[in-house]
Nanobody, 125 residues
Framework: QVQLVESGGGLVQAGGSLGLSCVAS????????MGWFRQAPGKEREFVAA???????YYADSVKGRFTISRDNPKNTVYLQMNSLKPEDTAVYYC???????????????????WGQGTQVTVSS
Protein backbone atom coordinates (compact mmCIF):
# COMPACT_ATOMS: atom_id res chain seq x y z
CA GLN A 1 0.00 0.00 0.00
CA VAL A 2 1.41 3.36 -1.03
CA GLN A 3 1.86 5.86 1.76
CA LEU A 4 3.12 9.42 2.06
CA VAL A 5 4.96 10.44 5.22
CA GLU A 6 5.85 14.07 5.89
CA SER A 7 8.50 15.32 8.27
CA GLY A 8 10.38 18.49 9.11
CA GLY A 9 7.74 20.69 10.66
CA GLY A 10 8.33 22.69 13.80
CA LEU A 11 8.38 26.09 15.43
CA VAL A 12 10.32 28.95 13.87
CA GLN A 13 10.44 32.70 14.25
CA ALA A 14 9.18 34.99 11.54
CA GLY A 15 11.81 35.44 8.87
CA GLY A 16 13.26 32.01 9.51
CA SER A 17 13.38 28.88 7.38
CA LEU A 18 12.15 25.31 7.54
CA GLY A 19 12.46 22.37 5.19
CA LEU A 20 9.78 19.73 4.82
CA SER A 21 10.19 16.26 3.34
CA CYS A 22 7.66 13.77 2.08
CA VAL A 23 8.70 10.19 1.46
CA ALA A 24 6.52 7.98 -0.68
CA SER A 25 6.47 4.22 -0.54
CA UNK A 26 5.97 2.30 -3.76
CA UNK A 27 7.78 1.98 -7.06
CA UNK A 28 5.88 4.45 -9.23
CA UNK A 29 6.68 7.67 -7.40
CA UNK A 30 8.62 9.17 -10.29
CA UNK A 31 5.66 8.96 -12.64
CA UNK A 32 3.38 11.07 -10.45
CA UNK A 33 3.17 14.78 -9.91
CA MET A 34 3.32 15.73 -6.25
CA GLY A 35 1.97 18.68 -4.36
CA TRP A 36 2.05 20.46 -1.03
CA PHE A 37 -1.04 21.89 0.63
CA ARG A 38 -1.60 23.53 3.99
CA GLN A 39 -4.48 24.02 6.35
CA ALA A 40 -4.65 26.65 9.04
CA PRO A 41 -7.11 26.37 11.94
CA GLY A 42 -10.61 27.23 10.83
CA LYS A 43 -9.62 27.50 7.18
CA GLU A 44 -9.90 25.29 4.14
CA ARG A 45 -6.95 23.32 2.89
CA GLU A 46 -5.12 25.40 0.31
CA PHE A 47 -2.64 24.72 -2.45
CA VAL A 48 1.00 25.65 -1.86
CA ALA A 49 3.09 24.13 -4.65
CA ALA A 50 3.30 21.21 -7.04
CA UNK A 51 5.90 19.55 -9.23
CA UNK A 52 5.57 16.97 -11.97
CA UNK A 53 7.94 14.19 -12.96
CA UNK A 54 9.81 16.45 -15.39
CA UNK A 55 10.30 19.28 -12.93
CA UNK A 56 7.51 21.58 -14.04
CA UNK A 57 6.54 23.61 -10.99
CA TYR A 58 3.60 25.72 -9.86
CA TYR A 59 3.31 27.88 -6.75
CA ALA A 60 0.55 29.68 -4.98
CA ASP A 61 0.99 33.43 -5.26
CA SER A 62 1.28 33.69 -1.49
CA VAL A 63 4.51 31.66 -1.42
CA LYS A 64 6.20 32.60 -4.70
CA GLY A 65 9.76 33.74 -4.14
CA ARG A 66 9.84 32.30 -0.62
CA PHE A 67 9.11 28.57 -0.99
CA THR A 68 10.83 26.06 -3.23
CA ILE A 69 9.48 22.64 -4.14
CA SER A 70 11.80 19.94 -5.43
CA ARG A 71 11.93 16.19 -5.75
CA ASP A 72 14.45 13.39 -5.70
CA ASN A 73 12.95 10.50 -7.63
CA PRO A 74 15.52 7.83 -6.66
CA LYS A 75 14.76 8.66 -3.02
CA ASN A 76 10.98 8.78 -3.58
CA THR A 77 11.00 12.15 -1.84
CA VAL A 78 9.50 15.56 -2.47
CA TYR A 79 10.73 18.59 -0.55
CA LEU A 80 9.41 21.99 0.38
CA GLN A 81 12.00 24.56 1.42
CA MET A 82 10.34 27.49 3.15
CA ASN A 83 12.23 30.75 3.61
CA SER A 84 11.23 34.16 4.93
CA LEU A 85 8.44 32.54 6.87
CA LYS A 86 5.54 34.65 8.11
CA PRO A 87 3.05 34.04 10.92
CA GLU A 88 0.37 33.54 8.29
CA ASP A 89 2.31 30.50 7.03
CA THR A 90 1.34 28.71 10.23
CA ALA A 91 -0.59 25.58 9.28
CA VAL A 92 -0.51 21.83 9.00
CA TYR A 93 1.34 21.02 5.78
CA TYR A 94 0.35 18.01 3.71
CA CYS A 95 1.97 16.39 0.74
CA UNK A 96 -0.26 14.78 -1.83
CA UNK A 97 -0.09 12.74 -5.00
CA UNK A 98 -1.63 14.18 -8.14
CA UNK A 99 -3.92 11.68 -9.82
CA UNK A 100 -3.42 12.95 -13.35
CA UNK A 101 -1.71 15.53 -15.52
CA UNK A 102 -0.30 18.51 -13.66
CA UNK A 103 -1.31 21.93 -14.89
CA UNK A 104 -1.56 25.43 -13.52
CA UNK A 105 -5.13 24.63 -12.48
CA UNK A 106 -4.15 21.55 -10.45
CA UNK A 107 -4.66 23.38 -7.19
CA UNK A 108 -7.78 21.70 -5.87
CA UNK A 109 -7.72 18.99 -3.24
CA UNK A 110 -9.99 16.88 -5.45
CA UNK A 111 -7.16 16.64 -8.00
CA UNK A 112 -5.02 14.63 -5.56
CA UNK A 113 -5.77 11.05 -4.60
CA UNK A 114 -3.31 10.23 -1.83
CA TRP A 115 -2.41 12.32 1.21
CA GLY A 116 0.10 12.24 4.00
CA GLN A 117 -0.78 12.70 7.65
CA GLY A 118 0.51 16.26 7.77
CA THR A 119 3.21 18.07 9.71
CA GLN A 120 2.70 21.19 11.83
CA VAL A 121 4.53 24.39 10.97
CA THR A 122 4.24 27.24 13.45
CA VAL A 123 5.73 30.65 12.76
CA SER A 124 5.94 33.00 15.72
CA SER A 125 5.92 36.77 15.37
Amino acid sequence: QVQLVESGGGLVQAGGSLGLSCVASGRTFSSYAMGWFRQAPGKEREFVAAINWAGTIYYADSVKGRFTISRDNPKNTVYLQMNSLKPEDTAVYYCARRSGYLSASSSYTRDYDLWGQGTQVTVSS
